[in-house]
Nanobody, 119 residues
Framework: QVQLVESGGGLVQPGGSLRLSCAAS????????MGWYRQAPGKQRELVAT???????NYADSVKGRFTISRDNAENTVYLQMNSLKFEDTAVYYC?????????????WGQGTQVTVSS
């Protein structure tokens, strides 16, 4: 009943910036939390950043100081501003959300958007 759609991925040079967006649609009362994970080929999916409905954030150590997560709760949308990008940031980035619907909380994942950092 809930769909997550990511956008904003692409090819960027080291040191560059990129902004990802994810919009949730469906019958949603609230989303707690909402955020981003990433997965490189052959590697385990890892947390990048999440934010609670009240604005509390959780960042992976590898992205602290470079990435910033934000939310527009009225539009059920989460953003990830990615600055000072490195080769190691190359991965498929997945939006994650735990929306509250008529039947309680459930976990949802987006289809993923590719971020490639290359010179």
């Amino acid at each position: 009943q809930v769909q997550l759609v990511e956008s904003g991925g692409g090819l960027v040079q080291p040191g560059g910036s990129l902004r990802l967006s994810c919009a949730a649609s469906g019958t949603i009362f609230s989303i707690n939390p909402m955020g981003w994970y990433r997965q490189a080929p052959g590697k385990q999916r890892e947390l990048v950043a999440t934010m609670s409905n009240g604005g509390r954030t959780n960042y992976a150590d590898s992205v602290k100081g470079r990435f910033t997560i934000s939310r527009d709760n009225a539009e059920n949308t989460v953003y990830l501003q990615m600055n000072s990008l490195k080769f190691e940031d190359t991965a498929v980035y997945y939006c994650y959300a735990r929306p509250l619907g008529p039947r309680g909380y459930s976990d949802y994942w987006g289809q993923g958007t590719q971020v490639t950092v290359s010179s």
